[in-house]
């Protein structure tokens, strides 16, 4: 019988260490439910792990279902994900989400009664089981009983504290006249700030919103399609800090397209844009809580090389900005990325480091800064492809990694991993997927028990054995974490002792009678060792 159990063992092996599959052609579908699944959002669960929220039309009405996945691949709730939000008779618009430092997650939303836009605006606070913290979510804003039928809730923005005191700021349209409102959230789900909060100071529009380290928020904005930015700070006691509103660029007769903002982790904000004119050039400046500029050269260039860049992306990670964005310079829509100090001074080649040059891409690039100081860089370009930059500014791989086939990723996130790997999340025809970068330039996926061929089995004793195994530990005096994995995925954490320099022993009392692998973490390196329990 367990020469039986053994070899069934043997047979899955090849499937047990990750569901990651490895293949572009083939990536880990989350979900493939009935209907559509599209709006994709993925914030980190403060673990190892990541939350993927999108919207489902598998029950008649649009709701907000979502999955949670470890770092294998490893789905943590029911298959096709599990519901978060459902309202009787209401269907979901817009959604955004934010993660808490307690592993939960905020999630903003707009509602209406037909599928659409929205008309009303709710923040829910979950736990990192998908469950509701608060007995109801809090109602923010959005239509009165005497709203025309035509309202709509419009550029739903959500900004957090990792405390989870939230400010959600959206464009709505009574009476056909676009009024752009922000409210804050409380940790415990009050809205001290009443229903629809306070007007900001705009007429609508597009905008970006930031938490400014203060217990209040920055917002930016501008009034037309081609006009210089604004920006202003509210407090937490819902007064405007700037007595003006700010003006970019600072200089005036300049118009802008694209702009982002983001904090910058000492009460203040960094703001980025390209400008509207025939340089298309793209800048940035950062600004204290008062408004005034931070640099003592207010305003610098992210990019000013020759040709058009556009649809570019922005973020902070710890201490450096990052930017990355096509390039029209050689002719062709190439991609290029850059890294900045805090000062706002550019750490790699001025104008940025190609990573495509005329292979003419066409989709906006996605970005996840790493933790060493590089930066994975994704775009949908001859299929779905990454890259990535090491912290010195040159290519790390030779060549980019084919994340999958198709092309026509829609709602693409990257996000890093903690061994500067990525992971990327998508919707394609109607349905979720995902897939993992390691920091080699290859996907993580099912390609046996050794995890890519780079670490060896593990000694374990005796097999078969009843309550305890004895493991002889790869390398001394380092320290080590013990997961065992049922055949079918699940994670145990079971107790363990040194019994000497180089064995440990894993105590199996509570492990019930069955086949099941050991991974032993040795400083980043997963070993693993297959046993039968009696």
Not at 240 to 249: D, G, I, N, R, Y
Not at 300 to 311: L, V
Not at 360 to 384: E, I, L, R
């Amino acid at each position: 019988m367990y020469r039986k159990l053994l070899l069934g063992l043997i047979l899955v092996s090849h499937f047990v260490n990750a569901q990651w599959t490895g293949d572009p052609a083939s990536p880990l579908t989350i979900c493939d439910a009935p209907f559509n699944q599209d709006r994709t959002r993925a914030v980190p669960d403060g673990g190892d792990g990541w939350f993927l929220l999108w919207r489902d039309g598998r029950n008649g009405n649009t709701e907000i279902w979502g999955q949670q996945i470890d770092l294998d691949g490893y789905a943590q709730w029911e298959p096709n994900g599990r519901q978060l939000v459902a309202l009787p008779g209401r269907h979901i618009g817009h959604m955004e989400v934010a993660a808490l430092s307690d592993g939960g997650f905020m999630l903003a939303y707009t509602t209406a009664a037909t599928a659409g836009n929205g008309d009303t605006v709710r923040v829910a606070r979950m736990d990192a089981q998908g469950a509701s913290v608060w007995p109801t979510h809090a109602l923010v804003g959005g239509r009165t009983v005497d709203a025309p039928s035509n309202y709509a809730c419009l550029g739903l923005r959500m900004a957090c504290h990792p405390d989870g005191n939230a400010f959600v700021t959206w464009t709505h349209t009574p009476l056909n006249v676009s009024v752009c409102s922000v409210n804050r959230v409380t940790a415990d789900g009050n809205a001290p700030w009443g229903f629809n909060g306070y007007n900001a100071p705009t007429s609508g529009g597009d905008k970006a919103i930031a938490v400014d380290g203060d217990g209040g928020a920055f917002m930016l904005w501008k009034t037309a399609a081609t006009s210089r930015l604004r920006t202003n700070r509210i407090r937490a006691d819902g007064t405007w800090a700037f007595s003006e509103t700010v003006l970019l660029p600072p200089e005036p007769g300049t118009q802008v397209s694209e702009y982002e903002m983001i904090a910058d982790g000492d009460k203040g904000a960094v703001v980025s844009w390209r400008m509207f004119d025939s340089t298309n050039d793209l800048y940035m400046t950062s600004l204290d809580s008062t408004g005034a500029p931070k640099w003592s050269t207010a305003v610098k260039p992210i990019c000013q090389a020759p040709g058009t860049q556009s649809e570019y992306r922005f973020q902070r990670y710890e201490d450096h900005l990052f930017a990355v964005w096509r390039d029209g310079r050689t002719g062709a829509q190439g991609i290029y990325a850059q890294k900045f100090d805090l000062d706002g001074d550019p750490l790699w080649t001025t104008d940025g480091v190609e990573l495509i040059g005329t292979d003419g891409s066409t989709t906006t690039p996605n970005m996840a800064p790493m933790p060493d100081g590089g930066v994975m860089v994704t775009v949908s370009q001859f299929g779905y492809r990454g890259y990535r930059v090491a912290p010195d500014g040159n290519m790390a791989w030779s060549a980019h990694v084919q994340v999958a086939i198709s092309a026509t990723q829609l709602d693409r996130i990257v996000l890093a991993t903690p061994e500067n790997g990525a992971v990327s999340f998508w919707q394609h025809s109607a349905n979720v997927f995902g897939a993992r970068i390691l920091p080699t330039g290859e996907l993580a996926g099912a390609v046996g028990i050794h995890e890519h061929g780079r670490a060896p089995s593990l000694s374990a004793w005796p097999v078969p054995t009843l309550n305890v195994l004895y493991i002889r530990q790869p390398t001394t005096h380092s320290e080590v974490a013990i997961t065992v994995y049922t055949m079918d995925g699940r994670m145990v954490q079971l107790p363990f002792t040194r019994v000497g320099d180089d064995v440990l022993q894993l105590d199996l009392t509570t492990l019930s009678s069955g086949v099941y692998v050991a991974q032993v973490m040795v400083d980043r390196e997963r070993y693993h060792a297959r046993f039968v329990k009696e």
